[in-house]
């Protein structure tokens, strides 16, 4: 199982970045993924989430309003759109996966992940 994120990049202030993650060796329409960022210095933490089965997200506070995170199943792919990026925004986010639909924003309740991409934001 690999998952495969790219779309990273340095932007200025202000501006957009949509990530992908894409999934192969198994199929996930039916598990939940998120996006987790990590910066340097700092613990990883949870950005956002999408459930198998039926949709629903989650986000954490500070990026509710300006990321938007959805998924292709037919394509094995979770998105991140992310508009009004901020320099507190710069990290590297990293995709991930579980087995179960349900939606979580644990680190430790997903078993899968990408080797992340890089995302700097320029004041």
């Known amino acids: 199982v690999q998952l495969q994120a790219s779309g990273g990049g340095l932007v200025q202030a202000g501006g957009s970045l949509r990530l992908s993650c894409v999934a192969s060796?198994?199929?996930?329409?039916?598990?939940?993924m998120a996006w987790f960022r990590q910066a340097p210095g700092k613990e990883r933490e949870f950005v956002a989430a999408i459930s198998g089965g039926v949709i629903s997200t989650s986000y954490e506070d500070s990026v509710k309003g300006r990321f938007t995170i959805s998924r292709d199943k037919s394509k094995n792919t979770v998105h991140l759109q992310m508009n009004s990026l901020k320099p507190e925004d710069t990290a590297v986010y990293l995709c991930?996966?579980?087995?179960?639909?349900?939606?979580?924003?644990?680190?430790?309740?997903?078993?899968?992940w990408g080797q992340g991409t890089q995302v700097t934001v320029s004041s």
């Open positions: 060796g198994r199929t996930f329409s039916n598990s939940a």
């Open positions: 991930a996966a579980r087995i179960s639909a349900s939606l979580a924003s644990v680190a430790t309740r997903f078993v899968y």
